[in-house]
């Protein structure tokens, strides 16, 4: 089947649910999205079957499916955060995207100096490097992906796999603020340094140092949209009974 098509049928169901037009314990017929989309049966099938893995929908026998609550979804799974980033809530998904980093990044740069591998020191020489040519360059699309790449080497040379595999919400941290404009036009000389002195410390194999720079970016990177998310409410659903 086309790709394209399934996309289309996949996001346009996704973003319903995340948005809440489709609400907790709504019930809608396979039949139904069929002519809603337009697509054939195999299509929708195959979207719910995306769905499902996400928790976001359970079929139901006879019936079609229905949408599950919000505390069954897949969070960090990246469609899931880019339909939130997509959103009117893209306040909460971004704060949670960076209070996620705030934990884990100062963490994966203290091992990364401790266990990282040759290799992958260099690499983040490198990369810190090439964001700062990005930025003289005034290529700001360049830095961006320089950026993300730095971020996401720190989280793999951790030796963590669970920190490997969170590469998609530095990535969707980014993307989010780029996409919303909450990006500043390029980043100060401050910034720049912070990630050559990170990536000095971790090859330096200065694991203190590395950890307590980590967080100073991160905590920057908060400091500048904060503001974005201060009003927003908190949710505490799914805390074990």
């Given amino acids: 089947m086309p790709k394209s098509l399934l996309q289309q049928t996949l996001d346009s169901l996704g973003s319903a649910i995340v948005t809440g037009r489709m609400h907790e314990g709504y019930v809608v017929p ?15 099938k195959e979207a719910i ?13 006879r019936v079609g499916v229905r949408v599950l609550p919000s505390t069954s979804w897949n969070y960090f799974d990246p469609l899931v955060m880019r339909w939130r980033l997509e959103s009117e809530g893209y306040p909460a998904q971004l704060r949670s995207l960076n209070e996620l980093r705030g934990a884990i990044e100062p963490a994966a740069a203290e091992l990364a100096a401790r266990y990282a591998p040759d ?21 700001i699309e360049r830095f961006i992906e320089v950026d993300v790449k730095f971020h996401n080497v720190v989280l793999v040379a951790s030796g963590n796999e669970m920190f490997a595999q969170l590469q998609s919400a530095v990535g969707n941290t980014v993307s989010g603020r780029s996409d919303r404009g909450l990006l500043p036009d390029l980043p100060d000389e401050e910034s720049l340094q912070l990630h050559v002195t990170l990536a000095d410390a971790i090859q330096g194999r200065r694991p203190e140092e590395a950890r307590a720079t980590a967080n100073r970016l991160v905590n920057a990177i908060i400091g500048e949209t904060a503001d974005t998310w201060a009003d927003e409410p908190r949710t505490f659903r799914g805390a074990p009974e």
Avoid: D, N
């Fill in 49 to 61: 079957r995306v769905l499902h893995t996400l928790g976001f929908v359970v079929s139901v026998k």
């Fill in 119 to 139: 290799e992958l020191c260099g690499t983040l020489l490198t990369l810190a490097a090439e964001m700062r040519t990005a930025v003289r360059a005034q290529h």
């Fill in 30 to 44: 396979t039949e139904e999205l069929e002519a809603t989309f337009g697509v054939s049966r195999s299509v929708v």
